[in-house]
């Protein structure tokens, strides 16, 4: 599968990711002040995702507003045999921890709702270094 060129890689752990240096992974914190200033968990999606549907399945109302581009890249869940699933309705980016916090997951589905939830040993997502 070539979606790596689209989409970007995909880890398994938090632990998996080095950033550049002088870069992080963005923490909980961070990711909950992009979701607040977007309009919070409600209608951050809108504001966050990638407009069109050339990449989000039908109907897909973002406006991309903040011009932070979330792609629909889908998951791979370890728990069902690395099963992959949601090309092109969801995606999920790790959260650093913080505070001896657990590890964090940041969600978008199809719609304009984003959950962040704290992570579980089969999942794995996407990252963004800040």
């Known amino acids: 599968m070539d979606n790596y060129k689209t989409y970007g890689l995909i880890y398994g752990s938090v632990l998996d990711i080095s950033c550049p240096q002088g870069w992080h ?3 909980v914190e ?4 992009l979701v607040n200033y977007s309009g919070g968990v409600q209608n951050a999606g809108r504001l966050l995702k990638s407009k069109g549907t050339d990449l989000w399945a039908a ?8 011009n932070f581009s979330v792609l629909p890249e889908g998951n791979l869940s370890r728990f069902q045999f690395y099963d992959y ?3 092109g309705t969801a995606t999920s980016f790790w959260a ?4 001896y916090k657990p590890v964090s997951i940041l969600s978008f589905w199809d719609d304009d709702f984003v959950s ?6 089969f999942q794995t997502g996407y990252c963004r270094c800040v």
């Open 85 to 87: 699933s949601g090309l």
């Open 116 to 121: 962040i939830e704290d992570a579980r040993y």
């Open 25 to 27: 992974v963005a923490t």
């Open 30 to 33: 961070e990711w909950l002040q």
């Open 96 to 99: 650093a921890s913080t505070n």
């Open 59 to 66: 109907p897909n109302e973002a406006t991309n507003e903040t």
